[in-house]
């Protein structure tokens, strides 16, 4: 994914966590508050420690060479 594209899901996915623990606040849920900065925090630190997954010229253990040549 794209440094631009993951930098503005970023932020989609922050400025959602904190307007969601600030209406919980105000509704008076503390522990769903806490719960809610972290799963904020997790996502987005997870979409930049994990890299996309990229498709090698193999599906299944079989190269499409072979499955050609039969």
Known sequence: MPVKIKLVLSFVVALVAAIT????HAL???RIQYLVAFLGFVMVFAMW??????REETAGG???E???NR
């Not at 623990?21 to 919980?24: L, P």
């Not at 420690?49 to 990229?54: A, M, Q, S, T």
């Open 21 to 24: 623990f600030y209406m919980q």
């Open 28 to 30: 008076g849920h503390d």
């Open 49 to 54: 420690l994990f890299p996309e997954v990229k």
């Open 62 to 64: 079989v190269r499409r």
């Open 66 to 68: 072979q499955q050609h």
